[in-house]
């Protein structure tokens, strides 16, 4: 589990930078796809997501940027696979693997709507505003923190024991191309749901949307859990 946070801390050591463009969460050149482990000091922020675009007004739909979560998830879960790769990189790409696998299972890590009045889309709900200017909370913060912030070992311990089983035949869904269909139709079914109206909000989010967030969350949180110890006992034989 303190593998796994690794790749969110480097966000604010000083000895890793960002890269690319829009304050690094778009790829740019050929260091974006660099898979070299720990001698990369590069921060990779576009690593943590998908941007698949969807519209509800008809609005044309940009390119999916790459790399990004999906098509890494593929690659470390090949380097882990193999017989050949030196152990220091399947060690930095397992701890991307920990963390990505979570990632892709938080809707608005895969979806961003793009409409007529942000034809870019809202990069993942960061442009969908929950409350009046100058504050800065935002839909895909609140969705990555509706079961509170992140704390410690034990607090996590604690949610993971009172969480439910998922499903036994989706948990051994390991294709993560299928993953990401399955968040973007989430994303689709709860996140931009009523009172998240079109366009940039602000919007106010009522107890229910909370609620059933909440449960969406924990459902997706085990989900993730489930598949991604099968992919470990797959890749780690």
């Not at 999906?70 to 050949?84: G, P, Q």
């Amino acid at each position: 589990m303190m593998a796994a946070v690794w790749v969110d801390q480097i966000k604010t050591r000083s000895d890793y930078r960002d890269d690319g463009t829009e304050n690094g969460s778009q790829p740019e050149g050929a260091s974006s796809s660099q898979n070299t482990g720990y001698d990369d000091h590069l921060r990779h922020r576009y690593w943590h997501f998908v941007m698949v675009p969807f519209t509800r007004d008809w609005s044309p739909l940009p390119s999916i940027p790459t790399p990004n979560a999906e098509d890494r998830i593929h690659l470390f879960r090949a380097v882990l696979a193999s017989t050949s790769e030196a152990d220091d990189l399947k060690s930095y790409d397992l701890t991307w693997l920990l963390h990505l696998v979570g990632d892709i299972h938080q809707p608005l890590h895969v979806a961003t709507r793009v409409s007529a009045s942000q034809p870019d889309g809202d990069r993942n709900g960061s442009r969908v505003r929950l409350c009046r200017a100058p504050c800065t909370y935002d839909l895909r913060a609140f969705w990555n923190t509706i079961l509170g912030p992140e704390t410690t070992v034990t607090a996590a311990e604690h949610l993971a024991r009172t969480l439910a089983d998922p499903p036994a035949a989706d948990a051994t869904v390991l294709d993560e191309a299928i993953w990401v269909q399955n968040e973007l139709e989430v994303a689709k079914s709860e996140v931009y749901t009523s009172p998240i109206g079109a366009g940039a909000g602000p919007f106010t989010v009522t107890a229910a949307y909370r609620s059933r967030a909440r449960l969406v969350a924990r459902r997706q949180i085990a989900l993730a859990g489930a598949r991604l110890a099968n992919i470990l006992n797959a890749e780690l034989k």
